[in-house]
């Protein structure tokens, strides 16, 4: 069974920065995909950046220049640094797995920017 365990939300003024992580364990295969998606209240889940193992990116156009993903193969884990925070960018954060053709979520962490 495949998990995934998030890290790193919280409260930060506009202009900060954090760090999320999230961890994947079980059968994890070596093609696939980690990336993270974002959800507002009252919106659709949305794509902020995704990573695949063999290291090609693709970020949301309102994150790039300020977000920054990256991943480790051989932990199972993906990081996504946050810079220049923006109210706009309080959401639910989701680290999201995709092998063979299915997707596995973790269960999110609210990232809220506010003065």
């Known amino acids: 069974q495949v998990q995934l365990v998030e890290s790193g939300g919280g409260l930060v003024q506009p202009g900060g920065s954090l760090t999320l992580s999230c961890a994947a364990s079980?059968?994890?295969?070596?093609?696939?995909?980690m990336g993270w998606y974002h959800q507002a209240p009252g919106k659709q889940r949305e794509l902020v950046a995704h990573?695949?193992?063999?290291?090609?990116?693709n970020y949301a156009d309102s994150v790039k220049g300020r977000f920054t993903i990256s991943r480790d193969n051989a932990k199972n884990t993906v990081s996504l640094q946050m810079n220049s925070l923006k109210p706009e960018d309080t959401a639910v954060y989701y680290c999201?797995?995709?092998?063979?053709?299915?997707?596995?979520w973790g269960q999110g962490t609210q990232v809220t920017v506010s003065s």
């Open positions: 079980g059968r994890i295969f070596s093609i696939n995909t």
């Open positions: 999201k797995l995709t092998m063979n053709f299915y997707d596995y």
């Open positions: 990573m695949t193992s063999g290291g090609r990116t």
